[in-house]
Nanobody, 115 residues
Framework: VQLQASGGGSVQAGDSLRLSCAASGRTISSWVVAWFRQAPGKEREIVGSSWSGRKSYADSVKGRFSISRDNAKNTFHLQMNTLKPEDTAVYYC???????????WGQGTLVTVSS
């Protein structure tokens, strides 16, 4: 499977942004999908994931970010609301066949939030 992330950009604090990740090569409708981010000078961290109808989010984004799928387009999204400067990072989409397999990564997309 190959992943193509898009939707990053520069916004003001309080704005919203939606990231998209389009998959090709395999149908990912039943796969685990996830978003990670890496801020400057920090390690990559998971933002949220979705599998088998369940979703989980990092405490730092809970209530502000949400993951959705568009199975018809083999795509998933990260809706980010009420963005904060600390959300500034390179965001990566990732998928895996199940919870026991490794992630396949997309390229990063930069999100910059200014105060």
């Amino acid at each position: 499977v190959q992943l193509q992330a898009s939707g990053g950009g520069s916004v003001q604090a309080g704005d919203s942004l939606r990231l998209s990740c389009a998959a090709s090569g395999r149908t990912i409708s039943s796969w685990v999908v996830a978003w990670f981010r890496q801020a400057p000078g920090k390690e990559r961290e998971i933002v949220g994931s979705s599998w088998s109808g369940r979703k989980s989010y990092a405490d730092s984004v809970k209530g502000r970010f949400s993951i959705s799928r568009d199975n018809a387009k083999n795509t998933f999204h990260l809706q980010m609301n009420t963005l904060k400067p600390e959300d500034t990072a390179v965001y990566y989409c990732a998928v895996r066949y199940n919870l026991r397999t490794d992630y396949t990564w997309g390229q990063g997309t930069l999100v910059t939030v200014s105060s």
